[in-house]
């Protein structure tokens, strides 16, 4: 019987994904520092939808739960979906949106492994259509809040009734949000990134979490759980990008590292767009995929009817993969191209 | 890149290479284990077992009978067509059988064996080296077919076939390969380290056979003791003089023992998929065949032995210099006994190697190394997880391949799919299934694949020469009608003539021609309705990629049954007959 190699040397899947859930941590802390504990409760709330989700889901198709709930797939989408909603949203509308994603976007295409689009991008798009309102209500960080808000307050927002005047009192225009509404109203963007939300970089305290995001990117470059071309060049022509179009009009477009430092930039380029299952395979396609979506990302943001624009960019890209990994087959050894 | 790399590389003093090396893993090696002994000796076996089946190519024809009487280094088997390989009698002794027999082989079915009962004199035959230099090259091939030297790397290829030059192929740089890239292998190090003055006298013959102008020696980076004894032996040699004669350090990084890898890595060039490496003039050879060349020339020795690495689950891992045919079980013993736990014995390395289907199977000439293994050595694989597309089998394939694509193409039986793929480039070196963390058996995906495939295609090769058959009948038989047709008509006009001779006298007789003519019109006519058969009867959609398994089978389904019909039309036109 040939049953070689008898040799395996790899990480399974499931000590992939803790470590990814690892490189998030950072993140986490930074959260819990800037907008206060809520964000944990948010994360419990996810995981806990998305454990159950998954579970029902293999229990309905009839495929063993534990080795796939063990997997940490589940959870890792939960996690950057919470990490994705604003803070303080309505404990409905993370189940909502993680059910959404496990359910619809993952188990009914055919669970871990098949899945065409990003779910957790797909659970932000759903909640982002559906409750917009909300999903652009981002409250102010900590610092910046008038009234600072305990522990017991944010549950209260969490599970309380929702109350959009309440959350009026305590929410603030993030910085992408604001540029977008102050240029409508020809404001230069010198002006404009006076305001209190704006921090050194991209927003104030936000940039905190963009920091650690990063931070959290680079342990999974070390560990080699992913390589560097979708996060380099999902960066580098975001910022490209940024670059020309504020040499052009400096009053009306920001600089290339307001883009790189606000919005889902960070958590994008490291966590999002690293998704191996619904991405491209081969090095060149990854590069285009990243290029693909920093491009649409910018051209979201500037021109586009919503503040940031990397849920809907990595969603029009996943759906181009089959495409992209065609046309990038590497040369095979021996072979002409 | 690569410039740059090789710049940092050959700074640091790491390595020669010429270009940096693409894809490949590097597992724990393990070959400390086994290569701290020098290279022992067995005691003669009592019973040795040679399958007929040693080598790549034609089974060779027994010279010997049950009974027979036979010295060391007689020939009992001789090289059959292109492709094949002798085999000797390794020790002296008599034939006791010629029967099916257990064989190291991944099948782990019988074939065909010489089973010598060992007399223990160990009494040579007659034998002389060959004044090699002054002799004609043909004849010295000629000689070689009667040598029974095969690659001892593990592919088992007759060296005589690879020895052979023509006007096409113009061998201007050996390759040797002294890589030994799959972890636990040590015998050809040990060989390096011990016998490195004779490996070179092997250079010598084969460098002189082909002519080449430069001999290159790959070794890895991690058997520093080799490549030290090969520099000081290449130091010493008269080809030193005549040629570049020069010892290349790798990195070590399976696989880069693989000849068109080692070759890339010594010499930049990339044997094209669909040439031989000596069409753009390189050969290639394990030392240890090299050392089998110099003990054939300059002793008069054929192939008896090789040096086996014993190593895993023994008390005592060595290498051995074994006697082909001797019981895996001896050599298990020498090594001071399998341990507690064993439950599965490889020949090979881990990465390529394959189970054996008993201890009590013979070494032969492919057999490098045997790993006796326990579930501590190798544990078993945890049951695979759907692939996630994570591309690391992509990132470690040392030929570009996409084996995750691969994979899915294979699982689904989407065989065209597969085969632009290009599935037939993959070496098989086992990398991918390495890496992958959802361990899925992706090696045996590709091997199912290939076999679908050839299946496929030998079955898709019947049907058309069945259809052909059958198309040939059918003009046969209508070409028999008309020729009727025409007789008939001949019988009738030359009635007439006859009849017309009594009246007139002598008229010129144009007979034949309108009876030729008749004759190719309706020949013509055969051949158009039998082409308008051909293009009905064409297969369907042979090389339509269609990505769904049921389309494949109706297709399948479709030959099939076009086939039968074929046969069936064949087998009632006998029966008319």
Request: hydrophobic fraction near 45%; include cysteine.
């Amino acid at each position: 019987m040939s049953r070689s190699p008898y040799l395996t040397s790899a990480p399974s899947v499931s000590v992939i994904m803790i470590k990814v859930l690892l490189a998030l941590l950072p993140a986490v802390a930074a959260y819990v520092w800037v907008f206060g504990p809520s964000i944990l409760v948010m994360l419990i709330l996810a995981s806990i939808t998305a454990l159950s989700a998954e579970a029902l889901m293999l229990k309905l198709r009839n495929r063993p739960i534990k080795p796939f709930l063990m997997d940490g797939s589940a959870l890792l989408t939960a996690w950057l979906l919470a990490l994705s909603l604003p803070p303080l949203a309505p404990w409905w509308l993370v189940v909502v949106g993680t059910f959404f994603a496990i359910v619809i976007a993952k188990q009914l295409y055919g669970g871990l492994g098949y899945n065409p689009f990003n779910p957790a991008m797909v659970g932000y798009a759903v909640l982002l259509i559906s409750f917009p309102v909300i999903m652009t209500h981002w409250p102010a960080p900590i610092e910046l809040a008038q009234a600072k808000l305990s522990f017991a307050n944010q549950l209260e927002y969490i599970f309380g009734a929702s109350n959009s005047m309440n959350l009026d009192a305590v929410s603030m225009a993030t910085p992408l949000d604001y540029l977008k509404t102050q240029l409508t109203l020809h404001h230069s963007v010198q002006d404009i990134v006076s305001a209190a939300q704006f921090g050194l970089l991209g927003a104030k305290g936000g940039e905190l979490i963009v920091g650690a995001y990063l931070i959290g990117g680079l342990y999974l470059l070390q560990q080699r759980l992913i390589t560097w071309h979708l996060p380099i060049a999902f960066l580098a022509v975001l910022a490209l990008m940024a670059g020309a179009f504020y040499l052009a009009d400096p009053t009306r477009f920001a600089n290339p590292l307001f883009h790189l430092f606000t919005g889902a930039s960070m958590l994008g380029a490291f966590f999002i767009i690293t998704d191996p299952v619904s991405g491209p395979t081969t090095p060149k396609g990854k590069l285009v995929f990243a290029a693909g979506i920093a491009v649409l990302t910018y051209l979201i943001r500037v021109y586009g009817g919503y503040p940031d624009g990397v849920a809907f960019s990595v969603l029009l890209m996943n759906m181009c993969v089959p495409l992209i990994d065609a046309w990038t087959q590497p040369r095979v050894f021996g072979h002409q191209k | 890149m690569s410039s740059l790399f090789n710049i940092v590389k050959q700074g640091l003093g790491f390595s020669d290479a010429q270009v940096a090396v693409t894809g490949g893993v590097h597992p724990p090696e393990h070959k400390q284990e086994s290569s701290s002994q020098p290279i022992g000796y067995l005691a003669l076996p009592k019973r040795l077992v040679l399958p007929l089946r040693q080598h790549v190519g034609t089974l060779p024809k027994i010279l010997v009978n049950v009974g027979d009487t036979v010295l060391k280094g007689q020939l009992l088997a001789e090289a059959e067509g292109n492709i094949s390989a002798a085999i000797h009698a390794p020790t002296s002794g008599t034939i006791a059988a010629i029967e099916d027999a257990l064989i190291p082989h991944p099948s782990g079915l019988p074939d065909r064996c010489l089973i010598i009962d060992v007399d223990g004199k160990d009494e040579w035959i007659a034998h002389l080296s060959l004044d090699w230099r002054t002799q004609d090259k043909t004849k010295l091939l000629e000689s070689l077919r009667k040598s029974g030297i095969v690659g001892l790397g593990g592919a088992a290829f007759p060296t005589q076939v690879k020895l052979r030059t023509s006007a096409r192929t113009h061998v201007n740089t050996l390759v040797i390969n002294a890589a030994e890239c799959e972890p636990y292998i040590t015998c050809d190090d040990m060989l390096m380290r011990e016998r490195a003055e004779q490996i070179l006298r092997g250079i010598e013959v084969a460098q002189y056979l082909l002519g080449a102008k430069e001999c290159l020696i790959g070794i890895e980076d991690n058997k520093p003791e080799a490549a030290e004894a090969m520099r000081l032996a290449c130091a010493s040699s008269p080809l030193n003089q005549e040629v570049t004669l020069k010892v290349i350090v790798v990195p070590t990084q399976y696989p880069s023992g693989d000849a068109r890898q080692l070759i890339r890595l010594l010499t930049g060039i990339e044997v094209p998929a669909d040439k031989r490496s000596t069409e753009v003039g390189l050969q290639c050879f394990n030392v240890a065949t090299l050392l089998a060349l110099h003990r054939y020339f300059d002793h008069g020795e054929p192939a008896l032995s090789r040096i086996v690495t014993i190593t895993g689950n023994v008390k005592k891992p060595a290498n051995y210099e074994v006697l082909f045919g001797t019981p895996v079980t001896d050599l298990i013993q020498a090594a001071g006994g399998a341990l507690a736990g064993t439950n599965d014995y490889i020949m090979g390395g881990p990465m390529m190697g394959f189970s054996l289907p008993s201890a009590d199977v013979p070494i032969t000439k492919a057999a490098n190394c045997i790993i006796v293994s326990s579930p501590n050595l190798f544990a078993p694989v945890p049951p695979a997880m759907p692939c996630i597309r994570c591309a690391r089998c992509a990132d470690v394939c040392p030929v570009s391949l996409q084996p995750q694509e691969l994979y899915w193409f294979s699982k689904s039986s989407n065989l065209e799919k597969a085969r632009e793929y290009k599935l037939f480039d993959c070496i098989e070196c086992g990398c991918c299934t390495y890496a992958c963390p959802s361990n899925i058996p992706l090696v045996q995906y590709y091997r199912f694949a290939k076999s679908e495939i050839i299946a496929q295609d030998r079955s898709k090769e019947a049907a058309d020469l069945a259809r052909e058959r059958n198309e040939f009948r059918l003009m046969r038989i209508e070409r028999e009608k008309q020729e009727r047709a025409v007789k008939h008509a001949q019988k009738a006009v030359g009635a007439k003539v006859e009849a017309d001779k009594a009246s007139t006298n002598e008229t010129p007789i144009s007979v034949d021609d309108p009876a030729m003519e008749a004759k190719k019109a309706a020949i013509a006519a055969a051949i158009e309705r039998a082409k308008a058969q051909k293009k009905s009867l064409a297969p369907q959609n042979v090389s339509d990629p269609s990505p769904s398994v049921q389309a494949e089978m109706i297709e399948i389904d479709a030959r099939r049954e076009a086939a039968k019909i074929a046969v069936n039309e064949q087998a009632s036109s006998q029966d008319e007959k």
